[in-house]
Structure formats: C-alpha cells, structure tokens
C-alpha cells in the first residue's frame, strides 16, 4: 500500500515541475540518487545533467559517457594515480587523453569547460581541441598534465578566442618559444584566470603579459613561472581588476622592489624565491591578503613570524615546516579566519631549516585552539603525541579533510603508538578525507581498527606504515562504509589479507598500495576478483633519482597493486611496467 502511494506519487509530478526542481541539484551525489528513483528520472537526470567528474579515465569509455550523457558542458577527467605526483608512477603507465578530445570534439556539442588532471596530452590533441570546440571552450585545465608543447598552446592561443581560463599549473611542457602567449594576448579579450605556475616556461615575454591585462579587463589571477617582477610593473599597472598573482622572480639588489606596487584589490599571494629583504614588499597590503603562498619562498621561522603577524585576515596559507612552532603560535593568535593550512616538507639541503623550523604537538595544540574555523590540515611534523589529536579532535569541529605525515628526522617519538590520539581525533571531527602516514610501531591494530570504526563518512583514505598484522587490517575494513578510495603505503599486509580487505570494504572503488608482503605469484590478490573490478601489478623494479646534491641514485621502487571499478572492462594501452591480473577468467573458470 505504501508503496503503491509512493509510485502513484512520482507518476503524478509532472516532467516540468521535475526538471525545474532538478536544476537546483548540483551536487554529483545528489544526482545519482535521484536518477536512481525511476526510469523517467534517470532520463530527465541525463538530459540535465552538465558537469561530471571522472576519478580515473579507466573507469569508463568517452562513447559511455556520451550515450548517458549528451548535453554535457563541463568534464573533469584524471588519468594517473595520484602517486604519479611523488614520481611513484612510471611515466609511460597510460592516462592518454586522446581518445576523450576525440569524441569531445565530434559529439559533445554543449562542451565548454574541460580538466585533464595527471593525463598525457598531445599537441594534435589540443589542435584538435581548438579546431572542433574553440568558439565554445571557456575553460581549459592542463592540471600537471605531459606529453605537450608550446606548439600545442599556439593552437589554444589562436583558436580559443573565448577563452575565460587557461590553466597549466605543474604540468611538463616542452617549451619552444613564447609565440603560444602572443598569440593569446592578440586574440582574447576576456581572460579571466592565467596560470602556468610551476611549469618550464621562461621564453615568455612580459610585453604580452601587459597586452593581456590591458584587453582583459576582467583578468583576475594570474599566476606564472620565473619572471623578473620588476620588468612586470606595467602589467600591475594594468592589471587593475587583479586579486591573484603568484610566480615571478628576484634580482640581486632588494633595494631596487620597494617602489614596486600590486593592484589595489590583491588578496591572494606566492612570491617565488621572495627571501628577508624582499618581504617588505608585502607590508603595505599584508592586511588584504586571504590567501599565503609560502612554499616556495626563502624564509626562516623568524621571517615567517614577522610576516604572518601582518596578516589577520588569512584565511589559506601554504608554506614548509621551516615555519616551526613558533610560526604556528603566532598563527594561531593573529590568524583567527584560518581555514586551510597546508605545510610541506622543507628542502633541507637548501641550508633554510633550522633549529625552531620544526612543527611538533607543540604547534598543532596551538593551531587546534586558536584556529577554530580549520577545515583542511596538511602538515609534515617531526614530533607527535596522542595529546595533539586529542586537541584537534576536541576544538576543530569544522575540519574535515586531515592529513599528517610523520618524518624520521627525530630517532624516537616518545608517546607512540597513536591509537587513543587518531581515536579522539576521527570521534571529534567529521572527517570527509584522511591521511596518515607514520612509522612502524606508530598505530597498532587496534588503532587500525579505531580508524574503520571511527571514519562513517570519509570517502578517501591514505594510510602508511600502519598496523601490526593482517588482523589489524581485517578489522579496519569490517567499517569505513563509505569508504570509496583506499591508497596504502609501507604496509605489512599480505596480498591475501588486502584482497579480502577490498572485499569487506563495500563502497571501495579505487584501491592503490605499494610496499606490501609481495609473492612471487601474486595468486592471492585474485580473491578480489569481482564483476566490473581491474586488477593491475606495477612489478618491484629499480629506478634513477636525483640525491640532495642532485647526483643519480639507483634506488629499489616496491611493487604496487591498483584495483578499480571499470565499465569499460580491462584497459588495452598497457606499457611493460604494468602487468594486468585477469580478474575475468577468474571468475569465469
């Protein structure tokens, strides 16, 4: 009877009223729960539907996505695993966005706004790209892509004349001249974001960088690689509308910046290699900022101090643990709007660490008290205590995306294991995304199993040399129900126990681990094997790194596991480092 009601009821709601309603549905979740309802939602849901986000390019075909969704005007695509970022990943896996431009530029005719995040991209795909979709693109993300050059950008620099954002940040472009930025000072009148930070690209001429700004009227960030700020005194100049800008470059005489003005309406900052005697520059409208990059420039804790005490109304800031307790204190006290923190590593070999440039408990209590407003933390720290998470569990009540690595640098950390710290701390916040990457001995199983137990709603999980046994892990995957990207490093765990644990988990998607008990078979892991799940091992192999002094080394790179949920079936473009597990004639035999 109920149900009869409740059928009688989706049947009666006319199409419009629907669709009307449906529109203010943005969330992807959101959406796949109502096109669950019925047929005639599912179509109304296809029909409506204008960005999707896909986590992995494996996961689906471009000619699935375009039957289930034709009307598309936004796309989000990520090719490689999330380690390729940390050169985990060897370079050739696969990620190739081709075939996605391909079918982008003959079928999605609503296409305006596309992202390929860790993905190889070609100069035919982007001349592609500009020829078939130009007119229409408005944005284009090349997100620490590879595989293109500035050939390539001429396309997009030419053709894309509509073009409000042309993102690049990190990505591995081959650079042959700068005529790819001319071409897009000439033709653009309405840029809104520039960014390639972080990229290879120095032929660049500050010349179109201040045609840019003077046709863009409505350009507001801009964030490039290495250029001398002085020569970018006539872009600040016309940059009226700016509130962004990151990159640039340092001379030899610090004396020389101080008549160097930003645009009145900067709140956002990342001055690249700014040291002591440059930071004065940022004084006069330190007040205004909201947003701090410090990753990349040269200060100690003392600058860093000084610096932030400037700033009260900062609401992100990025920076190297070089910034130390004492930074944090003071962080902690004039910083009262701080929502997302993110400390990096510092490069120890660049002389810039020093004794107080060490983050420990120290500075997360007082991080935990004084910036009550947190939702994302980051930070590598070199001591830690069950006390510090209690601490951030009891007053940061709007965090909910938390990762913590703990580095070697210290011999002994006296108040291991953490188990009742990471039990107060998934209690206390409603984590969404967690991280936890420590030492041997620093989480037991029993911390393991806190973590399935306490972590109801986190959707992505990082853990590392964690646990005792294939116990612990066992335990931790009996929860964790919405659980749906598992990543896994330095860990003891048995390919049989990490099959039964992607089993147990019943949301997981994606799983990743390198560093396990690896056999030489690699049988085990097939007791995974389910209806639409890949299997793919990247064998134990050696490989070349660079040293602290920038000398070759050969060091040993662990076996990994990936395991994913495809409609696709198994992918075809496997290079030699990636062996694929016929999880399908498992389950046919």
Not at 143 to 163: A, P, Y
Not at 233 to 249: D, I, M, Q, T
Request: charged share 25%.
């Amino acid at each position: 009877m109920e149900d009869g009601k409740v059928n009688k009821m989706i049947g009666g709601m006319p199409d419009t009223v629907f669709e009307c309603v449906i529109n203010y549905i943005h969330d992807s979740r959101d959406r796949d729960a109502v096109s669950l309802v019925c047929r005639r939602w599912y179509e109304i849901d296809a029909l409506t539907r204008k960005h999707v986000t896909i986590a992995l390019c494996y996961t689906t075909t471009p000619q699935q996505l375009w039957r289930r969704f034709q009307h598309l005007e936004s796309l989000k695509l990520k090719g490689k695993p999330r380690a390729a970022m940390f050169n985990l990943i060897p370079e050739d896996w696969g990620g190739y966005a081709a075939p996605w431009v391909e079918k982008i530029a003959w079928s999605f005719s609503c296409m305006k706004e596309l992202h390929f995040r860790r993905m190889i991209v070609r100069d035919s795909d982007l001349e592609l790209l500009a020829q078939s979709r130009g007119r229409a693109l408005h944005v284009l993300k090349l997100d620490k892509c590879s595989g293109f050059s500035t050939d390539g950008l001429l396309h997009v620099g030419r053709s894309c004349k509509s073009l409000k954002t042309l993102f690049l940040e990190e990505s591995s472009i081959i650079e042959k001249d700068g005529e790819w930025l001319h071409e897009l000072a000439l033709n653009n009148t309405v840029l809104e974001t520039l960014n390639f930070y972080m990229t290879d690209l120095v032929k660049v001429r500050f010349q179109d960088l201040e045609l840019i700004a003077r046709n863009c009227r409505s350009l507001v960030s801009v964030k490039i690689s290495d250029c001398e700020l002085l020569d970018l005194a006539g872009f600040f100049r016309a940059a009226a509308a700016l509130e962004e800008f990151g990159g640039g470059s340092f001379g030899e005489q610090p004396k020389r910046y101080s008549s160097l003005s930003f645009p009145p309406r900067v709140q956002s900052l990342g001055l690249t290699y700014m040291g002591r005697n440059e930071m004065p520059i940022v004084f006069p409208f330190a007040s205004l900022l909201r947003r701090l990059d410090l990753l990349y420039a040269l200060l100690d804790t003392e600058d860093h101090c000084h610096l932030i005490q400037r700033c009260p109304n900062l609401e992100v800031l990025e920076t190297r643990n070089v910034i130390g307790d004492r930074g944090l204190e003071i962080l902690a006290r004039c910083c009262k709007r701080l929502r997302r923190l993110r400390i990096e590593r510092g490069a120890d070999e660049q002389g810039l660490e020093d004794e107080e440039g060490l983050v420990s408990h120290r500075g997360l209590i007082a991080l935990a008290q004084g910036c009550l407003e947190l939702e994302y933390m980051a930070v590598y720290v070199s001591d830690i205590t069950n006390a510090s998470l209690e601490y951030i569990g009891t007053y940061l009540k709007n965090l909910c995306d938390f990762r913590l690595v703990l580095l070697d640098r210290e011999e002994r950390i006296a108040d291991l294991p953490l188990d009742n710290g990471v039990r107060a701390l998934l209690q206390g916040c409603k984590l969404r995304r967690f991280a936890l990457y420590i030492r041997p001995g620093g989480l037991t199983d029993v911390g393991l199993g806190y973590i399935g137990q306490y972590s109801p709603n986190v959707r992505w999980m990082l853990l590392g040399s964690v646990g005792e046994s294939d116990a612990g892990l066992l335990e931790f995957s009996r929860g964790c129900p919405r659980l749906q990207k598992l990543e896994m490093r330095a860990c003891c765990f048995s390919e049989r126990a990490l099959a039964m644990a992607a089993l147990q988990l019943t949301s997981l998607r994606y799983m990743w681990v390198q560093g396990y008990r690896a056999s030489s078979t690699a049988l085990d892991l097939f007791a995974m094997a389910r209806p639409f799940w890949n299997i793919e091992l990247i064998p134990a192999r050696r490989v070349v790194v660079s040293d602290p002094l920038e000398e070759a080394v050969i060091v040993e790179n662990p076996a990994h596991i990936l395991a994913y949920c495809s409609l696709a079936g198994q992918r075809t473009d496997f290079p030699d480092t990636v062996i694929p597990l016929d999880a399908a004639a498992v389950l046919n035999a």
